[in-house]
């Protein structure tokens, strides 16, 4: 039952431009999002969540988007550099006492100078 | 320096033997988890606890055991039973449950092979 899917595995991005990367999920009870940045050989370090009761986060060059209508979670980043590089997870909590993550498969983000 | 550490880096066994992969943090968390990456799954969820001697099953935890008897270890044996132990382990913690959605913090890592 996969409740959560990343369906580009790799995306390359100039530098400079903006890198958009997506997750669709099934669960509506899902009421965090989260979006996690690992390099190789190395644990997750987080990046920026959102509530379900919101549509658009921003921290500085990161913003996320959420449109619960169709299930969608998007993490832009702009502008893109080359240590962004990285593989990106975005993440899920159920609710309110279930202190279970879902991940997603992620995606392996690649600038290009 | 707060943080969570993980070790050994990378580890090999046998098959057929049980191994004890070492997580520990100084950052004061109540909540601690196990998860293990394989290629193009994700992080999957083995084991969580929140408090001191109380654990929970994840959704994959069979071949695997848990323990946790100081608030800052969470100890995690890969038992002969697991059929496929090769993997990345991955040990996080939290500040309490994460009821504002408060992240994860994950150590570096252990990797495993089992030949």
């Known amino acids: 039952d996969q409740q959560v899917k990343q369906n580009s595995p790799s995306l390359s991005v100039q530098e400079g431009r903006i890198s958009i990367l997506n997750c669709d999920y099934t669960?509506?009870?899902?009421?965090?999002f989260l979006w996690y940045k690992k390099y190789p050989a190395e644990g997750p370090t987080f990046l920026i969540s959102?509530?379900?009761?919101?549509d658009k986060n921003e921290d500085g060059r990161f913003t996320v988007f959420l449109n619960k209508s169709a299930k969608h979670l998007s993490l832009h980043i702009v502008p893109s550099q080359p240590g962004d590089s990285a593989v990106y997870f975005c993440?899920?909590?159920?609710?309110?006492?279930?202190?279970?993550?879902?991940f997603g498969t992620g995606t392996r983000l690649t600038i290009i100078p | 320096d707060g943080g969570i550490t993980q070790s050994p880096k990378y580890l090999f066994r046998k098959e057929g033997q049980n191994v004890t992969l070492s997580c520990e943090q100084n950052?004061?968390?109540?909540?601690m988890y196990w998860y293990r990456q394989d290629p193009g799954q994700g992080l999957r969820l083995i084991y969580y606890?929140?408090?001191?001697?109380?654990?929970q099953k994840g959704d994959i935890a069979e071949g695997y055991s848990v323990s946790r008897e100081k608030k800052e270890s969470f100890p995690l044996t890969v038992t002969s039973a697991q059929k496929n132990p090769t993997a990345f382990y991955l040990c996080?913690?939290?500040?309490?449950?994460?009821?504002?959605?408060?992240?994860?913090?994950f150590g570096n890592g252990t990797r495993l092979t089992v030949t």
């Open positions: 606890s929140q408090i001191v001697n109380d654990f």
């Open positions: 950052l004061n968390h109540d909540a």
């Open positions: 993440a899920f909590r159920r609710g309110f006492g279930n202190e279970k993550l879902t």
């Open positions: 996080a913690s939290s500040a309490g449950s994460p009821r504002s959605g408060s992240p994860l913090h």
């Open positions: 959102i509530s379900s009761i919101k």
């Open positions: 669960n509506s009870m899902f009421d965090y």
